[in-house]
């Protein structure tokens, strides 16, 4: 208890702080908040001030931010980004990456290791993405769409992979689990398109304001449901999470869009106020600086990782551009696909857990994505940027996708 006490002081101090520095320095230089997350945990950390330090209560609840994370990215999917050119190509990037990752694994780290790798390049932070899109205007443009349908891809398949290969089973018995649990949220999807919509909307409404807050409760039934689901089948949760966001985002389909923006709001309030922050602080604190920085050549592996993750996953994400992208937009469009850091962090969870790999490889790994959310989507925003000349408002725009 002496050693959560402080760690639980000094978690919400640094969640306070880290908005404030990203306001501060947005005047120069705009960095995402995750950064600043990350970047005080670790000096808070044992491998710095040691003012913060692991524990199991303040681990489960960096698990619960993590499946907010995921959730959340979950609800914000946008269906009709998947129809078309866009989805088809978004698609085939996502498989070229899979097994290019898979590919350089093996080079590195025959064996089980190479899947954990593979996993980790091949995934894109749709959740960290979507707040940028979000504040830059772009997400109805086809710029946006584009990113939407490589994000959603890039921490949906992911996932996937996660479940068939890194689970106690063989693949084949995955796939007929995996299956088993695609057939139950497809049940959940089916349940939420029969429930009689109009008199759970009014009800929601009513209860907006008041102490029942029955959409907020709705939401957490739906998400520990699928959870639980996962757990129960042996399948990673954090493909649970993401399947809640999007059962929903169903359910909340024709709900009145002020009731509905309500409603984001208070799972964001949740979400990014609490639970996520915790999740980012904590891996900051439990972040293995030392392993880096007395190894060089392991320190000299995180840019290097960084321009392999642009490889892997940055140049096939090209495939989704739009038709007509200039040069700077097909660039952006790779460097942001290549920006990925929560399936880094689970999957490189997983592997240490299991033995599969070290913590000084996680190190490099986790490190890495760290790099790519923090320069990646600076530099591709700022080309895309150049491009417009300014952001764009939000505003439907009429695609080659809606035409197809």
Known sequence: MDDLEPTLLVIPILAVLAPLLARG??????VPIVVFELLL???VGPSLLGWAVPSDFVDTLAEFGLAMLFFVAGSEIEFGSFRGRTGRNAAVGWLISLVAGIGVGFLLAPGEAAVIIGIALCSTALGTLMPILRDAGEMRTPFGRAI???GALGEFGPLIAISLFLGQRNPGISTIVLVAFALVAG????LAFRIPHGAMHRFVNATLHTS???AIRVVFLILAFLVSLSIVLDLDLLLGAFTAGIV?????????????????SKVEAVAFGFLVPVFFIYTGVTFDLDALLSS????????????VLIIVRGIPSVLAAPLGSSVRDRISIGLLGATGLPIIVAVS?????EKVITSATASVLVGAGMLSVLLLPLIGMALRRRTTGAPKPAATVTTEDDLA
């Open 349 to 353: 969870g997983i592997g240490v857990d």
């Open 148 to 150: 939407g349908a490589i």
């Open 187 to 190: 049940l959940t999807i089916w």
């Open 296 to 307: 060089p050549p392991l320190l000299a592996l995180v840019p290097a990782t960084v321009i």
């Open 25 to 30: 320095l947005g005047r120069w230089v705009r």
């Open 248 to 264: 929903w985002r169903l359910v909340m389909r024709d709900a009145a869009p002020a009731d509905r923006e309500a409603v984001e």
């Open 212 to 214: 029942g807050q029955f």
């Open 41 to 43: 945990g670790i000096a």
